[in-house]
């Protein structure tokens, strides 16, 4: 079946510097990959997309990178601040598929 | 706008005992889906809606019922309500099923059955 895992489940990085938070999905049909941000007592917020005909998408302090052919996507935070602190989540969708499916998420530690 | 909204926040409940969980959406969104996130682990989709009067299952439906008398509300109910059932349970909403629609969550309602 379909999946979509992350590589560890938590990260700790000091504040300023850079994060990089991997993310492993198996289903080569994917069309449309999205990282979402979970802070504690909240639902899930979109942070950044990237569709499967592209490697990059860059945000404002986030990029995201896709790479088919090991089927791995990445969430870069740079300059990562305390209010970066939360459980990210990589998902994958197809279209009219009706569900996006979710990793386990990757909790990230920012410390001062 | 408010968004998507859940009620209640919080609930126990005993085991056997019934409740319906309200999401409701602001946004005119057509589809709607309710999720569970049990600890450390991603969300798993119980069952969705493409549009007002429809319903559709997804990865974990047993145990749970839905329905969608009207656009803007989508109600999960447990009809016995088990242990394995406690979990925080998310709604969310989008406007479209394309890949690139961004789905809105909902806070939460968290749910524990004793």
């Known amino acids: 079946g379909e999946s979509v895992g992350l590589h560890l489940p938590t990260l700790s990085v000091q504040e300023g510097d850079n994060s990089i938070i991997n993310c492993a999905y198996s289903?080569?049909?994917?069309?449309?990959f999205i990282w979402y941000k979970q802070e504690s007592g909240k639902g899930p917020q979109f942070i950044i997309d990237i569709r499967s005909n592209m490697d990059k998408r860059q945000g404002q302090r986030v990029t995201a990178l896709l790479n088919k052919t090991v089927k791995h996507l990445s969430l870069q935070i740079a300059a990562t601040q305390p209010g970066d602190s939360a459980v990210y989540f990589c998902a994958e969708k197809r279209h009219y598929a009706g569900k996006s499916t979710f990793g386990d998420g990757t909790t990230l530690t920012v410390k001062p | 706008n408010a968004g998507v909204t859940q009620t209640p926040k919080f609930r126990v409940l005993k085991t056997g005992q019934s409740m319906t969980l309200l999401c409701a959406q602001d946004?005119?969104?057509?589809?709607m889906y309710w999720y569970r996130q049990d600890p450390g682990m991603g969300l798993r989709l119980i069952h969705y809606?493409?549009?007002?009067?429809?319903?559709a299952k997804g990865e974990v439906p047993d145990g749970y019922n839905v329905s969608r008398l009207k656009k803007q509300n989508f109600l999960l109910g447990l009809e016995s309500a088990a242990p394995s059932q406690t979990s925080v349970y998310f709604c969310a909403s989008s406007y479209l099923d394309t890949s690139w629609d961004e789905q809105y969550f909902g806070p939460g309602t968290r749910l524990t059955v004793t």
């Open positions: 946004m005119n969104h057509e589809y």
């Open positions: 809606s493409v549009g007002e009067g429809t319903t």
């Open positions: 289903n080569s049909a994917s069309d449309y």
